[in-house]
């Protein structure tokens, strides 16, 4: 789960623009983790705290959608 936030945070802190944000994507080894995951959620053999984690990146995939979206918004009106 760290690495995300990781990914995230060096994002935000290198500083972005809209094109940036509208751009982003997570890397392979995230999307991948999700992936399993997801995976693990539908064969409901998920444990806890893999639960908590998967809960996490969707709360941060929501975040990350409304940023782009709002980026879209200002790239549209430029």
Known sequence: M???Y???IDFIAAG???DEVADFRASDAVR???AELLGREK???LSPDALA???HYLQLEH???MAKARARQHLSHE
Do not use: F
């Open 53 to 55: 984690e998967l809960n």
């Open 32 to 34: 991948e983790r999700v």
């Open 43 to 45: 064969a409901e053999t």
């Open 63 to 65: 975040l990350m959608r």
């Open 6 to 8: 990781e990914e995230i």
């Open 16 to 18: 972005t623009s809209p």
């Open 2 to 4: 760290t690495r995300v």
